[in-house]
T-cell receptor
Framework: GQNIDQPTEMTATEGAIVQINCTYQ??????LFWYQQHAGEAPTFLSYNVLDGLEEKGRFSSFLSRSKGYSYLLLKELQMKDSASYLCAVRVESGRDDKIIFGKGTRLHILP | GAVVSQHPSWVICKSGTSVKIECRSL??????MFWYRQFPKQSLMLMAT?????????EQGVEKDKFLINHASLTLSTLTVTSAHPEDSSFYIC????????????FGPGTRLTVT
């Protein structure tokens, strides 16, 4: 089966750095996404990793190790608006079309 | 960027009735659309994958006779919740994929369904 694990909740301070980890056990792995989701809204795309290594995009970076089934999302210079759920999602091969399986999400609370 | 719309954005219906939710890709053709359900404080659960002109592929545990999906064109997919019950109350989100080498799926804004 497919399994994606990430912490349920995390708390960090405004201006600080936080790392959200994600581990996965899936078959037909074809890439890993990170999404941000505010309550009552649809997810918004943050990053996509398909090769090992670090992808940096402004204050957000995402890392992938395929051999370890591990990824993390790194958020720097935290702002209050970063308070949201962060969803790790894996793209898996599935017949005609790939599909995306989501982890349970990590609720990040930012303290002033 | 690509835009996906959903209609309605929220709906309240009585138990036993049916509700139809539309998902449209506004500025691109979506070869594949996905339907997700999200309960409060939980993550997105994939319900089904729909391709234009063919039957939807449902995830294990999702009743295909209860959640009817029709992908009538490359820009429109519909989800009909039949004989709705209070436990079907949830946030339903669609996403659309243009296919090819692209990897990003574009999410609609979601539909909040409340069954009384």
């Amino acid at each position: 089966g497919q399994n994606i694990d990430q912490p349920t909740e995390m708390t960090a301070t405004e201006g600080a750095i936080v790392q959200i980890n994600c581990t996965y056990q899936t078959s037909g792995f074809n890439g890993l996404f990170w999404y941000q989701q505010h309550a009552g809204e649809a997810p918004t795309f943050l990053s996509y990793n398909v090769l090992d290594g670090l992808e940096e995009k402004g204050r957000f970076s995402s890392f992938l190790s395929r051999s370890k089934g591990y990824s993390y999302l790194l958020l720097k210079e935290l702002q209050m608006k970063d308070s949201a759920s962060y969803l790790c999602a894996v793209r898996v091969e599935s017949g005609r079309d790939d599909k995306i399986i989501f982890g349970k999400g990590t609720r990040l609370h930012i303290l002033p | 960027g690509a835009v996906v719309s959903q209609h309605p954005s929220w709906v309240i219906c009585k138990s036993g009735t049916s509700v139809k939710i539309e998902c449209r890709s506004l500025d691109f053709q979506a070869t594949t659309m996905f339907w997700y359900r999200q309960f409060p404080k939980q993550s997105l659960m994939l319900m089904a994958t729909s391709n234009e002109g063919s039957k939807a592929t449902y995830e294990q545990g999702v009743e295909k006779d209860k959640f009817l999906i029709n992908h009538a064109s490359l820009t429109l997919s519909t989800l009909t919740v039949t004989s709705a019950h209070p436990e079907d109350s949830s946030f339903y989100i669609c996403s659309a994929w243009a296919g090819g080498l692209g990897y990003e799926q574009y999410f609609g804004p979601g539909t909040r369904l409340t069954v009384t």
